[in-house]
């Protein structure tokens, strides 16, 4: 499959200075299959370590001089490792704290060669006090689950890709083609980003085969708990796990997750499924200026969960239900809530860690809520996605007036359209989010 992390792998391979690279993201999203693709293409040879599979070659990075690493490797794997020419891919690098370590002295003893480390675990081995980071001699990358544009390119739906790359409110699209695409898109609802059910439901042309690899992957994270947490901290991730599908989009209260465990027990199985990758917490924010992460309330957070297709499985959401019903009423809305905010992690800046904010008025007879907030540029917008082709956007309104917003950004399965201060974009069309925002400032420009 093509991904759109492949074009960054390719300029970073190509730049003179390139730090070493270690590539984030939740277990079964892809980086092994990447990275070996990626080594494939681009080198006349790749050298695979595995820490999980092949333990002893721990034994290399008990000291951390490249020279004696490469040595050693190299009699071990049997292969050879020649700056400019190889590319040393660290698989499972948590499993092995001292290769990371060793990534500095690799940028510093033999800038030419080209190292990528991978792990699902990253976070926790970072997190650790006493862990001594290389900053600033490291690079960071995150993958996601494919975005829905990455599940069209699967589908081999180019001419939809070319034609949404151009569409605008002057070209919009035909009605013909807005409910393909919807179509599409509620197949991508179904199936999800991960790339097993994505390859799976390619192969059968079954959402029920798609549905069978959540299930595994599903109890697969499940049996990851044991890795990363006491016998205690596993209940707890057993039960958040549980939960936390079923309140994607909810304002999350710990009692509601057990409202027999303290919430400070609670807060850090929170922690360990968010370093996992498994969920993002979606944080209220002032958003009355940038960064949105400034004024955050760590306190007061929703969630969302890894996939939507895996969400949709985890929650026995009936398949014909989600085919039939309008997006935004499939499980009160909070599917729709789900696939805009992994549309917006997708989407957001592969070296950065994602960060998902809303924005809420808690006033006496003057409540407000949006969904999303997002930092564009230099200018913050609303996003409201509750709201059907019909529906009320009071909030969204009361955040343009408040916060002196250019305009609001209504997310639904309506037609692409600008009118009264908002923009309505179909969910098919969140990958052209900022250029359709920027077509919209242009024009606001002009008048």
């Keep these: 499959m093509l991904r759109i992390i492949e074009s960054e792998l390719l300029k970073w391979k190509n730049q003179p200075n390139h730090l070493p690279l270690l590539l984030r993201g939740a277990r079964q999203v892809g980086k092994s299959y990447i990275i070996e693709k990626f080594g494939a293409l681009h080198f006349k040879n790749r050298v695979t370590v595995n820490f999980e599979l092949q333990t002893s070659l721990n034994e290399s990075f008990r000291s951390l001089d490249p020279q004696q690493i490469m040595s050693s490797l190299e009699v071990l ?23 990371i370590q060793a990534l500095r002295y690799f940028k510093e003893q033999v800038p030419e060669l080209h190292v990528i480390g991978a792990g699902s675990l990253l976070e926790f081995v970072i997190q650790e006090e ?4 290389p900053v600033g ?10 975005s829905f544009q990455e599940f069209l390119v699967a589908l081999g739906e180019t001419q939809l890709i070319a034609h949404l790359a151009k569409v605008d409110l002057q070209a919009p699209s035909s009605e013909a083609i807005h409910r393909h695409a919807l179509l599409l898109f509620k197949q991508y609802l179904l199936v999800g980003g991960m790339p097993a059910a994505v390859q799976e439901f390619l192969n059968s042309k079954s959402f029920l085969s798609a549905r069978r690899v959540h299930q595994l992957l599903l109890q697969a994270y499940q049996n990851d708990f044991g890795k990363y947490a006491t016998k205690t901290q596993y209940k707890n991730l057993q039960k958040l796990f549980e939960k936390a599908p079923g309140i994607v989009g909810s304002h999350f209260k710990y009692v ?28 209220e924010t002032n958003a009355s200026g940038i960064p949105l992460q400034s004024q955050v309330n760590d306190s007061k957070f929703k969630l969302v969960f890894l996939d939507v297709g895996l969400l949709q499985t985890a929650t026995h959401l009936d398949i014909d239900t989600i085919s039939s019903e309008d997006i935004q009423q499939i499980n009160s809305g909070a599917i729709a809530e789900q696939v805009v905010g992994q ?81 309505t974009i179909p969910f098919y069309l969140i990958t052209e989010l900022h250029r359709l925002v ?4 242009l024009e606001l420009d002009e008048r």
């Excluded at 700056?83 to 001292?98: H, K, N, R, S, V």
């Excluded at 001699?137 to 494919?146: E, N």
């Excluded at 509601?256 to 944080?283: C, M, N, Y």
Aim: proline share 4%; aromatic share 12%; hydrophobic share 40%.
């Design 77 to 99: 794997t049997r292969s050879s490792i020649r700056p400019g020419e190889t590319l040393l891919f660290l698989d499972e690098i948590q499993a092995c704290p001292a290769a």
């Design 130 to 133: 006493q862990f001594s980071f």
């Design 137 to 146: 001699r490291v690079q960071f990358m995150y993958l996601k689950p494919l």
């Design 256 to 283: 509601a997750i057990d409202p027999e465990v303290r919430s400070r027990d609670l807060k850090t199985a929170v922690k360990q499924l968010a370093w996992a990758g498994l969920i993002h917490q979606v944080f």
């Design 343 to 423: 549309e917006l992690v997708a989407y957001s800046d592969l070296y950065e860690s994602p960060g998902l904010y809303f924005w809420k008025r808690e006033k006496k007879n003057s409540e407000a809520e949006v969904d999303y907030v997002v930092q564009l540029g230099s200018k913050i917008y609303p996003i409201e996605v509750k709201a059907g082709k019909t529906g009320h956007l009071r909030s969204l309104q009361s955040f343009i007036n408040e916060k002196n917003s250019d305009f609001g950004i209504r997310i639904s399965s309506a037609a692409l359209s600008y009118q009264n201060r908002v923009l």
């Design 438 to 441: 920027q077509s919209i400032l």
